[in-house]
């Protein structure tokens, strides 16, 4: 089952606040529908963000009553425009973005039908291509993972985070096919829980041997030795290689500094930022009761304040290497990385 899909003129997702309780799929029919999913996490993930901003803008050309390219292309723009306000910081949505305007330019001459169809066409390539990034991400990752390994990974950076695959979870995936056993130490990730609800159930799902862990245990596992490596995700990367990921990730990349654990990072190119510093990424805040409740449950005292940045920046000195659909890339990242 794929995390997102086009089907019949809609665009279905696997709902993702549900899991594990319930596998429930979402159909969005418009723009819209699909802008609240990615607001709210139905769907989320770097590189399945920037799928839905594809299929977003897909379902906004399907849905355009313009009869002109120029008047679809204003419906466009403000489709654009509403899909890159869910999530300011994924790079990946911004990519799938710019992915769509150009595909839209270049089919102007031809008229809105022809514009239309080309987009759904765009969309579903776009689809296409995060499998194929994700299994060579799997790849080149699984040679850095020895048989017997203890891999610690934050957050979800799995199938669910993809089209399916995954990209730091598809290093595990594409290590245990090749028959390393592995043992994954899987962080909870607070405050929504996506190691404890989805990386869980999907290392669960595939019988993939791994130990759910509190974020504030990561130092005890590695100083036992139980975690030879590190792999995360990346929800944007500076082109000297800083990274964004969900919040926890600088903790875990200075502990495993200090016990000399590997640090590896797995993101297709199409998260790497050519145009900004880190000093300048913009870190999404998000609703400070995601930190004081859990499923509507009261945690803290009423009337607590509670700090919620979604992600944190990891500085490229802590990152051992980057494994992109391209190969596996070491410091100094803005020379080694193939941007272009």
């Not at 239309?116 to 969309?123: G, Q």
């Not at 964004?244 to 875990?252: A, F, L, S």
């Amino acid at each position: 089952m794929r995390t997102i899909e086009w089907k019949d003129g809609r665009v279905e997702i696997i709902d993702q606040t549900r899991l594990p309780a319930e596998l429930r799929i979402v159909s969005c029919g418009d723009h819209e529908r699909l802008a609240r999913a990615i607001e709210t996490m139905e769907i989320r993930g770097a590189p399945a963000l920037g799928v839905a901003a594809a299929m977003g803008i897909a379902l906004a050309g399907r849905n355009s009553r313009a009869e002109t390219a120029d008047g679809l292309v204003d419906d466009l723009e403000r489709a654009a425009e509403r899909i890159g306000r869910t999530r300011p910081t994924a790079r990946n949505l911004f990519w799938g973005l710019e992915m769509m305007r150009a595909a839209w330019e270049r089919g102007r001459g031809g008229g809105a039908a022809a514009m239309r169809e080309a987009l759904v066409r765009e969309a579903n390539r776009i689809a296409e291509d995060d499998v194929m990034r994700c299994r060579a991400i799997g790849g080149y990752g699984a040679e850095l993972i020895d048989d017997g390994d203890g891999v610690m990974t934050h957050c979800n950076a799995g199938a669910l985070a993809c089209v399916e695959h995954g990209t730091a979870l598809g290093v595990v995936r594409s290590a245990v096919q090749a028959g390393k056993r592995i043992m994954v130490y899987a962080c909870e990730t607070r405050p929504l829980l996506q190691g404890a609800r989805l990386t869980a159930f999907e290392l669960k799902s595939e019988g993939i041997p791994f130990r759910l862990i509190t974020d504030g245990m990561s130092a005890s596992v590695m100083q036992r030795g139980l975690v030879r490596k590190v792999v995360v995700g990346a929800d944007r990367i500076t082109r000297r290689g800083d990274v964004v990921n969900k919040v926890g990730t600088c903790g875990h990349a200075i502990i495993a500094r200090r016990y000399g654990i590997p640090f590896y990072v797995a993101a297709p190119l199409s998260t790497i930022d050519l145009d900004v510093e880190a000093p300048e990424i913009r870190i999404e805040e998000r609703d400070p009761e995601e930190v004081t409740h859990i499923g509507g449950a009261r945690l803290a005292p009423e009337g607590t304040r509670a700090l919620n940045p979604a992600f944190d920046l990891t500085p490229s000195e802590l990152v051992s290497a980057i494994i992109t659909e391209k190969g596996v890339f070491r410091p100094p990242y803005d020379l080694s990385v193939p941007f272009r």
